[in-house]
């Protein structure tokens, strides 16, 4: 049933977004050098790596780490990158992630190929057999505000709880919070 639910909203969500999609990927190619999108190695369901593709926001040669691990993240953005990340557009051409089967549109954030601490304690808790999402329990409870023990227990919450019910619950609570711009830092 969710990846029925998927499959529909994300055809839907495709064919609506596609004129937002088209501008944000010109806007990205006329402010900075590079490609418009970023394909970033992520980790899925039971661990395996695939390639999930952003917007870039960041400017190319930029280290494949965590923004919050970076020394001056603000230095590293695009001219527009601040703003694709505020409004969460950066994040748009992860529908073809969740089409593609890779993603959901609810479950746990993908981890970041050389998050070794989040990616371990994960696996501990069972989380790691979950579909990655676009957004998620902890995405909705604090997002880059959260420490990774937290964000852990949260998905461990959303594990316990999975439901299409609670799903409908997150995407909304996630469309207000992307509305007031909550728990974005960078």
Same mark, same amino acid.
């Not at 899925?44 to 965590?66: C, D, E, L, Y």
């Not at 990158?81 to 748009?92: P, T, Y």
């Not at 329990?137 to 420490?147: F, I, M, S, T």
């Given at each position: 049933?969710?990846?029925?639910?998927?499959?529909?909203?994300?055809?839907? $969500?495709?064919?609506?977004?596609? &004129?937002?999609?088209?501008?944000? *990927?010109? *806007?990205?190619?006329?402010?900075?050098?590079?490609?418009?999108?970023?394909?970033?190695?992520?980790?899925?369901?039971?661990?395996?790596?695939?390639?999930? &593709?952003?917007?870039?926001?960041?400017?190319?040669?930029?280290?494949?780490? $965590?923004?919050?691990?970076?020394?001056?993240?603000?230095?590293?953005?695009?001219?527009?990158?601040?703003?694709?990340?505020?409004?969460?557009?950066?994040?748009? &051409?992860?529908?073809?992630?969740?089409?593609?089967?890779?993603?959901?549109?609810?479950?746990?954030?993908?981890?970041?190929?050389?998050?070794?601490?989040?990616?371990?304690?994960?696996?501990?808790?069972?989380?790691?057999?979950?579909?990655?999402?676009?957004?998620?329990? *902890?995405?909705?409870?604090?997002?880059?505000?959260? &420490?990774?023990?937290?964000?852990?227990?949260?998905?461990?919450?959303?594990?316990?709880?999975?439901?299409?019910?609670?799903?409908?619950?997150?995407?909304?609570?996630?469309?207000?919070?992307?509305?007031?711009?909550?728990?974005?830092?960078?």
């Amino acid at each position: 049933m969710k990846r029925f639910f998927d499959l529909v909203l994300g055809l839907f $969500a495709g064919l609506v977004l596609l &004129p937002p999609v088209l501008l944000v *990927a010109i *806007a990205v190619r006329l402010t900075s050098k590079g490609p418009a999108l970023y394909w970033s190695d992520r980790v899925g369901r039971n661990n395996v790596i695939f390639k999930m &593709p952003k917007f870039r926001s960041m400017r190319v040669g930029t280290p494949a780490v $965590a923004t919050h691990l970076l020394a001056d993240a603000r230095s590293h953005l695009t001219p527009i990158g601040s703003f694709l990340r505020r409004s969460s557009l950066d994040e748009l &051409p992860q529908l073809w992630s969740i089409l593609a089967g890779d993603m959901s549109f609810v479950g746990p954030r993908p981890a970041l190929f050389n998050q070794h601490d989040l990616i371990a304690l994960r696996t501990e808790q069972g989380v790691h057999t979950l579909v990655p999402g676009l957004t998620g329990w *902890a995405q909705v409870n604090g997002r880059d505000e959260l &420490p990774i023990p937290e964000k852990v227990k949260l998905d461990v919450a959303y594990l316990q709880r999975q439901s299409l019910s609670f799903d409908v619950r997150i995407l909304w609570l996630t469309f207000v919070k992307v509305l007031r711009r909550d728990g974005v830092s960078h």
